[in-house]
């Protein structure tokens, strides 16, 4: 989505964005285990 030409989204925006998605679609379960991850803490 970011990387759509035109976007206008910053790469610091980026972590957000994820974890918005994660939750949106997997639920608090998601979210703790993208917290998992060092690059989405």
Known sequence: MRLTTGSGIPATDEPAIVRCLVFRSFGPTGLQQ????????
Not at 34 to 41: F, I, Q, V
């Open 34 to 41: 993208l917290h998992a991850l060092e690059e989405y803490r």
